[in-house]
């Protein structure tokens, strides 16, 4: 098992009743892109929702390209699990009734989404970490970076890690899971924690695994943007309940650009801010001023205080906002039960693409996500191997290798991306993307052997290659649809480009 967010954790969990079960997490256990998720995890509870009418929403969300069978599973499976997590004592918001109490966000047509105040992934992570921590098969290797996975006979056999020490080591299994989040730290501006470094993707792809709808890639509108302060995201949830976009002059301007104002998908959002910021030649703002000032402390109390930090009032004042990279929708191609197209290796969660998502996420449907495919996946890892032991003696520590610099660094990567492959592309700009990609790429390949063990060398290479990859299929995609916007192909193509891009252009499975 590589990661430890939800995907990986619910699935670590079903499979030791099979076999003892390797977690290896690339930083402590807290760090996951999990336990960042503010908002909530959405599910067809209540009495005016249904499974049918959440993947309504999805799909159209999706912009045309979800999978419809991946969609189905999830919002039919969705509930079950959800209600699991309360049976395990998860701590979400109730209402009078004691029933638990549902908020809204963009492009949902009901309430829907199950929160914790707004820190809901921390509190998930929480009661995964305690069946975790009581369920003695499991074992967990803190700060162990994955580097690459051993491939035998075609087949993959396990993975090579490096410790905190730099010592580099191999663990053996009979069927591996990749559950190492998204790469938003693939771009200069993101929402993700530093940990997103796109490392699933790279090392599946290397092991000759396919990678699909990489184009793709989600920017959340709403993200703080104060001189000094760190970047900060501002949940989806505020909006859902009636937080306005506004320019300079204090003017909603949402209207202008789409129907569905404020409550418009995260893609829609995003660009019509950079229109209105474009517009008005300056900054963009969220404001709550409207709304009861106790009941938005109360209900935001992390979003709140990291205001405060930065010195203004969440209740009160205007927050200055722009969009940073926050999912990517594309990553290792799967099935609906996490099997990628290299066997014994599994995906699931944001580094897996199924297909569920299409070309632009429904807010809160990752975490949903990780639960349904993590426990998929885990199910298809048990019929497979028939009871296996994964035990710890199969970790072997390697030759230690130390290294000193990198060239290019990461910022410089980063920067690239963002200026050339973020929320509004065009060719001139990913050609030169793609190209100085390509060089990277193979300085990094060139420069494996020597700086293999070092842990900056394995960030930038994860980088780069996860960058390229998205570059390359965001050159290839002729037109504009969910998370890719292409402003020389500024329009939806179905006739042309409703498929898939994977290492060639070709529909997914069974299409």
Request: aromatic letters at 6%; hydrophobic letters at 45%; glycine letters at 10%.
């Amino acid at each position: 098992m590589i990661g430890s967010g939800i995907a990986g954790l619910r699935a670590a969990i079903a499979l030791a009743a099979a076999g003892d079960v390797i977690i290896l997490t690339k930083a402590g256990t807290a760090e996951s892109n999990t336990g960042y998720a503010q908002g909530g995890i959405a599910a067809a509870v209540g009495a005016d929702d249904s499974p049918e009418l959440h993947a309504e929403d999805t799909i159209k969300a999706g912009d045309g390209l979800c999978d419809d069978h991946a969609v189905r599973l999830l919002v039919a499976d969705g509930p079950r699990y959800v209600r699991e997590l309360l049976g395990w004592g998860a701590a979400f918001d109730r209402d009078a009734n004691g029933e638990p109490a549902l908020g809204r966000e963009g492009a949902h047509t009901v309430r829907r989404v199950l929160h914790a105040r707004d820190a809901t992934g921390r509190e998930i992570a929480r009661v995964l970490w305690e069946r975790v921590a009581s369920t003695p098969r499991i074992r967990v290797l803190d700060d162990a970076l994955a580097a690459h996975l051993i491939v035998t006979d075609g087949a993959c056999a396990g993975a090579e890690f490096v410790d905190r020490e730099g010592v580099r080591h191999r663990v053996g299994a009979r069927a591996t899971l990749l559950a190492t989040g998204g790469a938003g730290q693939v771009f200069r501006e993101t929402t993700n924690p530093a940990i997103a470094t796109g490392d699933g993707v790279a090392m599946a792809f290397r092991a000759g695994a396919r990678v699909t709808d990489l184009e793709f890639v989600q920017f959340h509108p709403t993200v703080m943007q104060v001189s000094g302060a760190p970047r900060f995201l501002l949940s989806e949830a505020l909006r859902g309940e009636g937080a306005r976009l506004v320019n300079a002059v204090g003017e909603r301007f949402m209207s202008r650009y789409e129907p569905a104002g404020e409550l418009a998908s995260r893609d829609l959002v995003s660009r019509a801010m950079v229109r209105e910021a474009a517009r008005t030649g300056a900054p963009v703002y969220l404001t709550l001023e409207h709304l009861d000032h106790a009941y938005v402390r109360t209900r935001f109390p992390t979003i709140a205080e990291v205001c405060r930090e930065a010195g203004l009032d969440l209740a009160r004042d205007r927050i200055p906002v722009s969009p940073a990279a926050h999912y990517v929708m594309g990553g290792i191609e799967t099935d609906a039960d996490g099997r990628t197209s290299v066997p014994a290796l599994y995906a699931a969660g944001e580094v897996a693409c199924t297909g569920v998502h299409g070309a632009n996420r429904l807010a809160s449907n990752s975490l949903l996500e990780g639960l349904v495919f993590g426990a998929r996946a885990a199910s298809a890892m048990q019929d497979a191997v028939r009871l296996p032991t994964l035990r710890s003696a199969r970790v072997e520590s390697l030759v230690t290798t130390h290294a000193a610099t990198l060239v290019p660094g990461a910022d410089a990567v980063r920067d690239l991306m963002w200026r050339h492959v973020g929320l509004i592309r065009s060719r001139d700009a990913l050609e030169e993307s793609v190209s100085a990609l390509s060089g990277w790429s193979a300085a990094v390949t060139a420069a494996e052997a020597r700086l293999g063990a070092d842990r900056e060398f394995r960030r930038v290479s994860s980088i780069v290659t996860a960058g390229l990859l998205i570059a390359r299929a965001a050159l290839r995609r002729e037109e504009s649809r969910g998370g890719h916007f292409r402003a020389d192909f500024a329009a939806r193509d179905d006739l042309h480009w409703k498929l898939h891009i994977a290492d060639v252009l070709a529909p997914r499975f069974g299409m």
